[in-house]
């Protein structure tokens, strides 16, 4: 199993970025995803999962902001990432969990916002 993050970069606040995560190795389509993020010294924080059939659900602080969607045919996650502040800066992972008794993570991708 192979999770596979881009689209990180630099953006102004108020800014949008959309993140993509590559999923091989899996029957994508049954598995639930999420992303995760981590700023320096921290742990990695739960930014919101999407389950094998699209329902979704986010940490209050993304709530409204950010969504998350799948595309089962191309086996790739999305983070649709809007409204950017100073805070969410951080390295997001895409994150495959409890598959073959471990979990799944990308190598994370940077996502910077500058005010």
């Known amino acids: 199993v192979q999770l596979q993050a881009s689209g990180g970069g630099m953006v102004q606040a108020g800014g949008f970025l959309r993140l993509s995560c590559k999923v091989s190795?899996?029957?994508?389509?049954?598995?639930?995803l999420a992303w995760y993020r981590q700023t320096p010294g921290n742990q990695r924080e739960l930014v919101g999962t999407i389950s094998s059939g699209g329902n979704t659900d986010y940490a209050d602080s993304v709530k409204d902001r950010f969504t998350i969607s799948r595309d089962n045919v191309r086996s790739t996650l999305y983070l649709q990432m809007n409204n950017l502040k100073d805070e969410d800066t951080a390295v997001y992972f895409c994150?495959?969990?409890?598959?073959?008794?471990?979990?799944?993570w990308g190598q994370g991708t940077l996502v910077t916002v500058s005010s």
């Open positions: 994150n495959l969990p409890n598959l073959r008794g471990r979990d799944w």
């Open positions: 190795g899996s029957a994508f389509r049954l598995n639930t």
